[in-house]
């Protein structure tokens, strides 16, 4: 009965969950459960496992649309459902078939015609051809069509599904008609897309958001007549409507349904071995013992007694092909010089994983445990992940498709869910709400470090959100239709690791489908594929190890020397010092605020403190990381328990900050195989209760066999118990932390060439990428500027760190390539009318290059920008006017107006807009003292701060807003900014009147008023605003310097030489500039010139015009 069955892998179709389905069909009485999605087999194993669980039977069906049989030109459906296991597999095949771009209909009807006889034919109660003729009484296009299915199926296999609710009699009778006269059973077949009729609403959403269209709000208490009712009421209307034996049939073609789906064996390939060897586990030995010779370790006991152990267990768990397999993958990868990473997860307890180069972490020199990774004792699929540089990850998965063959790789679906903010943002824009709105909905989602956080724990959490959901009937409305949406299926997408390798095809045992250029997709997500026993391996793209890769290479090019990231000092004092301040941007698992917190707190003064404060920082651990730093430093003494325990947990101060340590108690002191230490550690994590009564009892008594006290046994295991949850897995703390100390090392002995990596990575948001720039501006001291000439795509480290064209907005990559090709074949630039003379006409776009302009690209051919932003649009019109013809261009002889250069501040608001970042100098540079000497915190500070309170800053002033209270007073909402955050700010009426005559754009102002936070975003009430005089002013009387002498040719170049100038200018700057000419005339500039010195300026100023042409006094 439950056949024409919509499910939630009908994407945006249907909201009936199979979990639910299932419950409520046993609760209904229903005796099967059937899912038929449109074209996808997608929820088939979750169906199945949840029919067996709740002793229904599983119906697995597909819809299909195809063109009709007799009309072409119209999309007709129709179910099909297995019945057996071999049907199973020929949906499957149907579904591969039906889901590539262009479907033939001719190879599908074939398909079928051979392969039919585990399928049964239902002309589903939608939109199907049969039914459609039947109820028109279309009596020659329903004999073409039987006699067509009969061809295909069979008459046995052919079934009319009808809906019952709602009822149309007359269609009811013209069905029962012609199934009679045609000898063709009919069915009751009620297609179900939801399981309550209030979800109708939410089908309407769904039906809005799928096609990008408003959905009205009339429809918000919309119902649906195809939701599912018990069972008795369908037999209820059956009898009603006179077709009793509509049920009858419908029982028998469920009775006739058979089908098993049991996880598959020997599904892992085998490993093709060198004729030399007999099987695998020689093979294996070999490559070990050889690499381990290799090694120099060949004599060391320790080494030969973990080696034999561990090939053993690898042997009779029937994984040596397995770890062939990986260690291929890895070979594959150093021979074509793709990076591949150090080691993840437990398989870096593994000396045989070190010895195939698989880790790069040797697990006897860190402690390591290989049952942490394959316990004998429970009988799995080992998990060994590979990380590689994420711009080889697909010719890594093709080159197994290759070697295995393309049919044996697949990689693994996953599927995109609703969540609380996107849920939230599809109904509203489809209920085409305004955008203040939205924004009010989403700010009062409870803020989560979990990024699934549903509606129903936001509305649970918190108590804002419950409010303004009831605050009104249509804000109800859109909370229930968010919440039955939410975590619904929304669109599939590719696994971001895992790969399937079989020995088999894979498509005869799972449902597959293709893709254009990539290896086979699974049907079935990781969970249910690794259920049905295939081999998965996770093949990780890591943008970090791009990123070393990079630097590597960068400075191979300029230092001529070469760096092995695997042979650095883990003790380098460089390098230690950057996890002791914690200055780790850019350093992978150590980036973020707290972790940074952690290690300043912590001050790690060896590797095996950073590996701990790597599993510390973690939502369990997190709890002890207090403890850990009192004890290291020696604030808190460490608890003695037992000699045995103390040992384990010395290097890590009496705190159990390891999974492995629990593991190792286990064996030291109750005599636990490692094995059961492994199981027993997953009864902890698990908090399987009978399991731990079990080990309870296990671990005292092997403790007092062990001649332990039984008082010291009960202790012990009740520590266990108290903080083991808290453990984390030591072998891929140890791997990744040895990844984040190679970047760090890089950061602390070659930084240009790590910042230039970091910057072109692009792997992170803008502002991150402008956070890293400004960080290398502060450690190289200078950055490099944008030289039409000598900048790159990208950011340079030559070895001075240089700015990239990339970095513009605005900026075409078509233009940059274009740029580059012209410089290429001839030459540098000459000046900016060579530089448009030279590049495609069609990338010379207005708003590119004004671009190139304001960030300084061509400062080096002609130093005023304003210049050649007022002459750009005559200079295009020339050129196109002359279509490239250059003795015309000259006879026309374009005139360039000159004219004032921008001011300093004008510039480097210019490059801040274009860049995200200065290269002209901060605009609050000649204010520093005040952040010197406390008097006022930086923006970021503020922000950061998680307290309100009162607060002074100094910043500019990016945006003011006027508005009118009711009572007809003026108040002022004003945006600051410092270049890198910005803080919302308000004057209330009174501080308004007070300040207004301040309150303009560009202006700097120093300002004090207390934080508050308004809609979960801190805002400044400004109270008082204070002088702020420039750092200049402060030091004038005790600076030296009060005049600048520049000496030029002649006074023609007084305008070149003002302009120049001008970039480093200000009015409120001590040095008067004079101007002196070869014969000895001198002109003062007016003040708008006058400069402030540094030890910079002066040699930029040099530079520009002689090192003897310039002289402070």
């Known amino acids: 009965m439950l056949f024409n069955i919509q499910s939630e892998y009908s994407f945006l179709e249907s909201t009936l969950r199979l979990n639910k389905y299932a419950i409520k069909a046993k609760e209904y009485g229903y005796q099967s459960i059937g899912i038929a999605d449109t074209h996808v087999l997608y929820g088939s194993l979750e169906l199945y496992q949840l029919a067996k669980k709740h002793h229904l039977r599983p119906l697995i069906g597909l819809r299909v649309i195809l063109p009709g049989i007799v009309d072409s030109e119209v999309p007709y459906e129709f179910l099909l459902y297995a019945t057996s296991k071999i049907g199973y597999y020929h949906l499957g095949q149907l579904s591969r078939q039906l889901l590539t771009d262009s479907v033939d209909t001719s190879v ?23 039914l459609y003729a039947m109820v028109r009484d279309q009596t020659d296009q329903i004999q073409q069509l039987h006699n067509f299915l009969v061809q295909i199926f069979g008459q046995d296999k052919i079934y009319i599904g009808v809906n019952l609710f709602p009822s149309n009699e007359y269609e009811l009778k013209q069905v029962d008609k012609w199934s009679k006269k045609l000898d063709i059973p009919v069915i009751i077949s009620q297609y179900i897309h939801a399981l309550n009729s209030e979800d109708g609403s939410s089908i309407q959403m769904l039906q809005s958001i799928k096609a990008n269209q408003p959905m009205t709000k009339d429809l918000l208490d919309h119902q649906t007549e195809y939701y599912m009712r018990p069972y008795h009421i369908v037999k209820e209307q059956c009898a009603c409507l006179g077709y009793t034996e509509w049920l009858t049939n419908t029982s028998k073609l469920e ?7 049991e996880p598959n064996k ?23 013992m050889q690499r381990l010779s290799a090694l120099g370790l060949s004599q060391k006991n320790s080494y030969i007694q973990r080696i034999e152990h561990e090939l053993q267990i690898i042997h009779q768990m029937g994984f040596d092909d397995y770890f062939l397999i990986v260690w291929e993958i890895i070979q594959y990868c150093h021979q074509q010089k793709i990076p591949v990473g150090p080691g993840r997860g437990s398989a870096a307890g593994s000396l045989i994983a070190y010895l195939l180069e698989i880790t790069q972490v040797d697990p006897l020199e860190y402690n390591l445990i290989f049952e942490r990774f394959l316990n004998p004792e429970r009988l799995s699929l080992p998990d060994i992940d590979i990380d590689i540089s994420d711009e080889s990850r697909s010719r890594v998965i093709h080159f197994l498709a290759q070697v295995y063959g393309e049919n044996q790789v697949a990689q693994i679906i996953t599927f995109s869910r609703f969540g609380a903010k996107s849920v939230l943002r599809d109904i509203l824009k489809a209920l085409e709400v305004d955008e203040k709105t939205t924004k009010q909905w989403l700010q009062l989602l409870p803020s989560s470090t979990n990024t699934t956080l549903s509606l129903k724990s936001a509305y649970d959490q918190s108590e804002a959100f419950r409010d303004y959901v009831h605050a009104s009937k249509i804000n109800e409305q859109i909370y229930r239709m968010g919440s039955t949406l939410d975590g619904l299926p929304r669109q599939s997408s590719t696994h971001a690791g895992a790969v399937v390798i079989s020995q088999q095809p894979i498509d005869q045992l799972i449902p597959v489908r293709n893709r254009p250029g990539e290896v086979l997709l699974t049907q079935l997500p990781m969970d249910q594929v690794e259920q049905m026993g295939l081999l998965k391996i996770d093949i990780l793209g890591l943008k970090n190890l791009t990123l070393l890769d990079q630097m590597k290479q960068q400075i191979q090019k300029n230092t001529q020397s070469t760096v092995d990231w695997g042979g650095i000092p883990l003790d380098d004092p460089a390098t230690l010092k950057l996890f002791q301040q914690g200055d780790t941007n850019g350093i992978f698992q150590f980036e973020s605020a707290g972790i940074k917190k952690v290690l300043k707190t912590i001050y790690p003064t060896s590797f095996e403190d950073i590996v701990a404060v790597n599993a510390l920082y973690r939502p369990g651990p997190m709890k002890q990381i207090e403890t850990f730093n009192r004890r290291k430093r020696g604030q808190e003494p460490i608890p003695t328990i037992d000699p045995s325990t103390d040992q384990i947990l010395k290097a890590t101060y009496g705190v159990i900050v390891y999974q492995e340590q629990v593991m190792q108690i286990a064996v030291q002191m109750a005599g636990f195989t490692y094995g059961q230490a492994d199981s027993f550690r997953r009864a902890i994590a698990s908090k399987n209760l009978n399991l731990l009564d079990s080990f309870h009892q296990s671990f005292v008594e092997g403790a007092i066999q062990r001649h332990h006290s039984p008082e010291i046994s009960e202790q012990v295991f009740q520590y266990i118990l108290a903080f083991a949850n808290y453990g984390f897995n030591r072998s891929h703390s140890v791997v990744y932390s040895y990844l984040a100390f190679q970047m760090a090392y890089c950061k602390a002995h070659y930084p240009a060439e790590f910042y230039a990596a970091l910057i072109n990575s692009g792997s992170s948001s803008r502002q991150s990428q402008v956070n890293y720039i400004q960080e290398a501006q502060r450690v190289l001291g200078k950055t490099l500027p944008l030289d039409i000439n000598l900048s790159e795509a990208n950011f340079t480290a030559r070895p001075q760190l240089r700015v990239g064209f990339n970095a513009i907005r605005g900026v075409r990559k078509s233009m940059i390539d274009a740029m580059l090709e012209a410089r290429s074949q001839a030459g540098k630039f000459t000046s900016f009318i060579n530089f448009l003379q030279r590049l495609p006409e069609r990338e010379l776009h207005k708003e590119s290059l004004q671009a190139l302009i304001l960030t300084g690209c061509f400062d080096t051919l002609e130093s005023n920008r304003r210049t050649l932003v007022t002459n750009l649009d005559s200079l295009l019109q020339s050129i196109q006017y002359t279509r490239y013809n250059m003795s015309l261009f000259e006879a026309l002889n374009p005139k360039i107006n000159y004219v004032s250069e921008f001011s300093r501040l004008e510039r480097i608001r210019y490059e801040n807009d274009y860049l995200g970042f200065t290269l002209s100098g901060h605009p609050l540079e000649a204010y520093q003292s005040y952040f010197q000497n406390g008097t006022v915190r930086s923006l970021q500070s503020i922000l950061a701060d998680s307290s309100s309170g009162y607060a002074e800053t100094l910043a500019i002033i990016k945006q003011v807003k006027i508005h009118r209270t009711k009572k007809g007073d003026e108040m002022a909402f004003v945006t600051l900014t410092d270049m890198q955050s910005e803080l919302s700010a308000v004057l209330f009426p009174s501080d308004y009147l007070k300040y207004r005559r301040l309150l303009s754009e560009n202006a700097v102002l120093r300002v004090r008023g207390k934080i508050e936070w308004r809609n979960q975003r801190k805002q400044l009430i400004i109270q008082s605003i204070l002088d702020a005089t420039p750092d200049s002013q402060h030091t004038h009387n005790e600076n030296t310097h009060t005049q600048c002498f520049i000496q030029i040719h002649s006074f023609e170049a007084l305008d070149q030489a003002a302009n120049y100038i001008g970039q480093f200018s200000d009015p409120t700057y001590p ?16 003040s708008s010139y006058r400069l402030n010195y540094s030890i910079q300026l002066e040699q930029k100023l040099k530079g520009f015009f002689g090192n003897e042409c310039v002289v402070f006094k």
């Open 108 to 130: 599908i009807w074939q398909y079928l015609q051979y392969q039919a006889q585990d399928l049964v034919y239902i002309s589903s109660s939608n939109q199907n051809e049969l």
């Open 255 to 261: 009775a006739n349904i058979a089908i098993q789906i």
């Open 266 to 288: 020997e599904v892992l390939p085998q490993f093709h071995i060198p004729e030399t060897f007999d099987h695998s586990a020689s093979y294996l030995k070999h490559l070990v």
């Open 1071 to 1086: 040095i008067d500039v004079i101007i002196v000419n070869s014969e000895r005339k001198a002109f003062q500039l007016d």
